[in-house]
């Protein structure tokens, strides 16, 4: 029979009793677009991607033998897509200084595309934090082009049953996504995404994942330890979800008028894994010493109109101060013994949760902060050279940036960001003056030695022969955040 005409449960059975690399083949023949596509809408790199599409299959060759009869494979890829991907992106914190833009404003009658590049950074964690049940439907629908028909009968549910739960599912993302100031309806999320989600892997790809899974040959020590580290993420997932089923049961048994949360214990301090985990845990504002050695970087922020949520893990003192200030983008002056380690923080509250923050930080470390205009010396980035080479306009929807003391390189990134990552190599402000509102790639080689400070003028002559670019000093008023200790 022809390997085409049976289904996934079956072809992974006939893999996990047989090894059968022609029908783990099929598999990867049949899902690698859908996983290669997952991976690069969450880390936006096509190299990365395929890295992660490689230990994707490193999974499912391993967990053949566990997966059930009734599991939805496309789903299952999915979400071990997520947990990869998660993974990966860690490892890239130090090298990665900018996350992936989390809120876009969006206008409206906008068309398709506009649509995909909006939300396609978002799809997966909107999707994570979706019922199993409403992401194997949503799987089977968009990732698949299932009819209603086909996804009833693969989930054992009938086909009106089966357009309920995926209208449910799309309410929820578009709530996620107008949270996140993308205001979209159902029908232009379910277009957009039917139509985006999933494209076509690189050849070479498909003949190195289905070889490398099955038979661990040309895959890379990265490629392998990334497949470990998603088992063992995974394995951590399946003891969560036993926990919350434990601490639901012991809330429906009380019978007291205490109220549980729907966080672990109450427990704030976790890696959280849901999307509204701000939401989910009972109003507070708290500032307390990290559980974890080095920072996470991880923020997890509702936007409301005047006020923020947040809860922050494995943060600096500075890094509280200017997400309670929201000083992201502002200068800011610190006093010279600014409290060091990490910290974990909260500010939750139904209303006023910047102002509680901020008097938090004061109860805390006896610190407050003000706005203000200052006289300071720094350096104009100006257009000089319209034809050195490491300065390209971008043609590519993704988007990435790496940095470090070597260099910076970037795929449609904004001049704005690379001002910014001057003016932290340089530790001077740096005021974009270039004109240049497009998006662009960016290639910067350095040869400063790791840790050294870098002399301006010696950046200066790289960016004029490299990116055309260069430095000009100068004296601006700067609107800074002044820290200050509470007297």
Known sequence: MDKMDVSDMELVREY???????????????????VYSAA???????HLAEEITQAVF????????????????????????????ADALKAQHRRLRREQEAYMQSVSHESESDTWS???????????????????????????????????????ISEAAAKMKVSRALEKLRKFFNRRGIVLSTALISTAVSAGSVHAAPVALKTSVAVGATQGAAVSGSTMALAKATLQFMAWAKVKTVLLGGFAVLAAAATTAVVFEKSPTGNWQVVPLEFDLVSRVSPRVQIVPS??????????????????????????????????????????????????????????????????????????????????????????????????PGLKQAHDWRSSATMGDEGYASINEPISDFAAYLEN????????????????????????RPGEHPDWAKMNGALIQQLGLELVPARRSLEMLIVERIR
């Open 291 to 388: 559980k974890f050695s080095r920072s996470r970087g991880e923020i997890f922020e509702e936007r409301g109109p005047v006020d923020s949520r947040v809860i922050g893990l494995g943060a600096s003192v500075d890094a509280i101060i200017r997400k309670a200030y929201g000083a992201s983008g502002v200068r800011t002056i610190f006093p010279g013994d600014l409290p060091t380690g990490l910290y974990d923080y909260i500010a939750n509250l139904p209303e006023g949760s910047v102002p509680a923050l901020q008097r938090e930080i004061g109860n805390v470390f006896g610190l407050t902060a003000k706005r203000e205009a200052r006289v300071a010396d720094v350096l104009l980035l100006r257009f000089k050279n319209p034809n050195a």
């Open 40 to 46: 690069l809408r969450q880390v936006r790199d096509p």
């Open 16 to 34: 996990a009793t047989r090894d059968s690399e022609q029908a783990f083949a099929a598999l990867v023949k049949r899902h690698v677009d859908l």
């Open 425 to 448: 190599l340089l530790k001077i402000p740096i005021i974009d003056e270039t004109g240049l509102k497009e998006k662009y790639g960016i290639d910067l080689k350095l040869s400063n």
């Open 58 to 85: 490193i999974v499912l060759a391993q967990k053949a033998k566990s997966l059930g009869r009734g599991t939805i494979l496309s789903a299952w890829l999915c979400r071990t897509a997520r947990y990869a991907a």
């Open 118 to 156: 909006k939300i396609a950074p978002l799809l997966d964690a909107a999707m994570a934090g979706l019922g199993k049940k409403e992401h194997d439907a949503l799987a089977l629908r968009f990732f698949e082009g299932r009819g209603f028909g086909e996804l009833g009968a693969a989930m054992g």
